[in-house]
């Protein structure tokens, strides 16, 4: 029944004359394609691809059309320890699946090996529960796919989760709140758009399997690093609507965010996939070929190199494995609409056990001379747990990098100054200006510094103001997962309060850490709920917390004398503010001063007006600015900083200043365009901004 076809393209391929299936497997023996029927849970037909080319097994099949079922047994030897970890008695699912039937529910069944004695292959059958695939009728090239279109200056990025954005969002249809129908819905993308949002970047989309620990414990990764299906969007946001498939649905939603000139990044995971370590489930790439897809322990080939954390790494020196990830990244981008990818623990794909991480590697060549691929925005996550893992500004050019650095001493800055190991005005400075340590280098711009306060790891802004301690014992680890402390809160009070002393100091230290990130060079994250006073109840590491600790609460967010509703202004205003300064938003480096007779720079300054010394860098809190030469030009930009605990008096430079901007809670929005006159006086924790 089954003709050879061809080994390209891989994965299952529909056209009049019926499907053709391919599957990198270049050590097995066999390949068995398996037919079921349309729920998945019963096999119907077992045949033998006839064809193996160059490592790839083949087979066309005249009668298939989309929406078959299907899944692989694959033959071939069982010795863990040399890496092979055949077991036709487990059905495995199409790398290359675009949409994926069932789903993992940790049971045992799914283990390659025998649960009582790991080095023996287990001999059930698994197929009426394993996951399988399901033919998807090829959606065609998305319009303007693989390019960015904000300018580098002009981009302002928001990270958040498709479920949670939306799953209580009052002026989304019930229906399909936490979908991707739902996060389409010009509600939701008028409230991005009014906070100054250009890009969304979107926790993972692809599919996954959740950790048997969590399943045990009835809890899911909602976070969604545990990819399985690398072509496949995540079911689980799927409205279900008639007449509609998960990838038709993201495909709408992507029509809808471009339709108002805006970006969509999502997060990637192809450093590591969900069948974990040596004790994991066989789901997918180890049943197919073990030795081929993952880095495996040179001294015991049955154990895994773990540099993710998760139990695995895939290696992408492979050229089969580096075809899987270029061949899903250009899926997404050609006919997804896709803009742009964030890269989960990047330094893995650009690591081998021999030469350690290379920003010169088969992945990052590969990226670079793609005609489509290059173009698109490319961010990376510069850190692992690998040998030398952390790898800040050492990312090829082209690339933006999460900047944590930035994180640390904006927090340093803010909310440590009671302690020893303060940030200091030097460091202030130093990332208020895009990191030229790490980013001054080989043709790169200060946009590749992507500066962030909050991301999903870790807390909330408005937890990071209010806890000392994390608080995450809902997540079943006895509260040692997650970061250990925070930096202290300085507010004197641990979690929630209604003391409105308390209150003020936390609004108050929560607008200087946004407008800090906002008015700094580089490229400005926010995380989707901080505008909101989104809290996690102190959780720093809410993975598993597919409830209200992760949904954003939009109940009175549209009062306009809520928190949520004045917050969410003045993050409008920033916004308003960064297009409105060029200077703040410069997409080349400011020389340390500007020599005489060269255009207006940017000069330090204290707050008598003198320039800043080198004593002055390492002691005081406060520094004003100066972008411009203060001329009365119109076209000059003054900082003024101030993160002590007093109000400062600011002697301005020459020029005709009106205030633009102030963090202070108790300032007058109407009054942002007053004159300042010759000083300023900028309340504690504070920063204003003035222009002429």
């Given at each position: ?201 979107l926790m993972p989309v692809q599919h996954r399997a959740d950790e048997q620990r969590l399943l045990r414990m009835g809890l899911s990764n909602y976070w969604g690093y545990t ?466």
């Amino acid at each position: 029944m089954l003709s050879s076809g061809t080994p390209y393209p891989l994965g299952a391929t529909p056209s009049q004359q019926g499907v053709n299936f391919a599957i990198a497997a270049p050590t097995a023996e066999a390949v068995q394609l398996c037919i079921f029927d349309s729920t998945g849970k019963s096999e119907q037909q077992r045949l033998n691809l006839p064809a193996c080319t160059d490592g790839i097994w083949h087979g066309h099949l005249p009668s298939g059309k989309p929406g078959l079922v299907y899944g692989y047994r694959v033959h071939g030897p069982w010795s863990p320890h040399e890496g092979q970890r055949f077991n036709p008695a487990k059905l495995l699912l199409d790398p290359y699946a675009r949409e994926i039937v069932g789903s993992y529910d940790g049971s045992d069944i799914f283990l390659g090996h025998d649960p009582a004695n790991p080095a023996q292959r287990d001999a059930r059958d698994n197929a009426a529960v394993a996951l399988k695939a399901r033919v998807a009728q090829p959606a065609g090239p998305a319009a303007a796919s693989g390019h960015a279109r904000i300018p580098a200056g002009e981009r302002v990025l928001c990270e958040l989760h498709v479920k949670g954005q939306t799953r209580l969002h009052p002026a989304v249809p019930a229906a399909l709140r936490g979908t991707y129908a739902g996060l389409a819905e010009p509600a939701v993308l008028d409230h991005l758009q009014r906070l100054g949002v250009t890009t969304l970047s979107l926790m993972p989309v692809q599919h996954r399997a959740d950790e048997q620990r969590l399943l045990r414990m009835g809890l899911s990764n909602y976070w969604g690093y545990t990819t399985i299906g690398w072509f496949a969007p995540e079911a689980r946001y799927w409205s279900g609507r008639a007449g509609t498939t998960p990838a038709s649905e993201f495909r709408a939603m992507a029509d809808a965010i471009h339709a108002r000139g805006m970006e969509l990044v999502i997060d990637v995971v192809y450093n590591h996939s969900a069948e974990t370590d040596e004790l994991g489930p066989t789901l997918s790439l180890r049943g197919i070929d073990n030795a081929l897809y993952y880095h495996l322990r040179p001294d015991d080939r049955a154990l895994y190199e773990n540099w993710a954390g998760t139990g695995n790494c895939l290696n992408l020196g492979e050229p089969r494995v580096l075809q899987l990830v270029m061949d899903s990244l250009r899926f997404w981008a050609c006919e997804m609409g896709v803009d742009g990818f964030r890269f989960d623990l990047a330094p893995v794909l650009g690591r081998d056990a021999q030469r350690g991480f290379d920003p010169r590697a088969p992945f990052f060549a590969a990226i670079a001379q793609d005609p489509v691929l290059s173009r698109t925005l490319l961010i990376a996550e510069p850190w692992d747990i690998g040998p030398g893992g952390y790898r800040l500004g050492e990312f090829p050019p082209g690339w933006l990098e999460w900047n944590d650095r930035y994180r640390d001493t904006q927090r340093g800055f803010w909310l440590r100054q009671a302690h020893d190991d303060r940030a200091g005005l030097g460091d202030f400075a130093h990332r208020f200006t895009a990191s030229s340590t790490q980013f001054a280098h080989h043709g790169r711009a200060p946009a590749a510094s992507v500066n962030f306060v909050t991301a999903h790891d870790g807390f909330t802004l408005r937890d990071l103001v209010s806890y000392n301690e994390r608080h995450n014992l809902a997540n079943g680890e006895g509260n040692r997962d997650g970061h250990g402390h925070n930096m202290s809160n300085n507010c004197g009070v641990e979690g929630p309060s209604n003391d409105p002393a308390v209150l003020a100091l936390r609004s108050r230290l929560q607008r200087a850490l946004l407008a800090t990130l906002m008015l700094s060079q580089g490229t400005p994250m926010l995380l989707a709920g901080d505008e909101l006073g989104h809290s996690q109840q102190g959780n720093n590491n809410a993975y598993c917390q597919d409830n209200e600790t992760t949904w954003l609460a939009w109940i009175g967010a549209s009062a306009p004398d809520s928190d949520a509703a004045r917050t969410s202004a003045f993050v409008a205003r920033l916004a308003a503010l960064r297009r409105e300064a060029p200077a703040l938003r410069s997409t080349r480096w400011w020389p340390p001063e500007t020599p005489q007779g060269m255009p207006p720079g940017i000069r330090w300054l204290r707050p008598d007006g003198e320039p800043m010394t080198a004593g002055d860098w390492r002691t005081g809190t406060a520094l004003a600015i100066l972008f411009g030469d203060g001329a009365g030009d119109g076209g000059s930009w003054l900082v003024l900083v101030n993160a002590g605990p007093q109000a400062v008096p600011f002697r301005l430079p020459a020029g005709a200043w009106r205030l633009r901007l102030s963090t202070d809670p108790e300032d007058d929005p109407g009054e942002m365009g007053r004159p300042l006159g010759g000083t300023a006086q900028v309340p504690f924790s504070s920063i204003g901004i003035a222009r002429t």
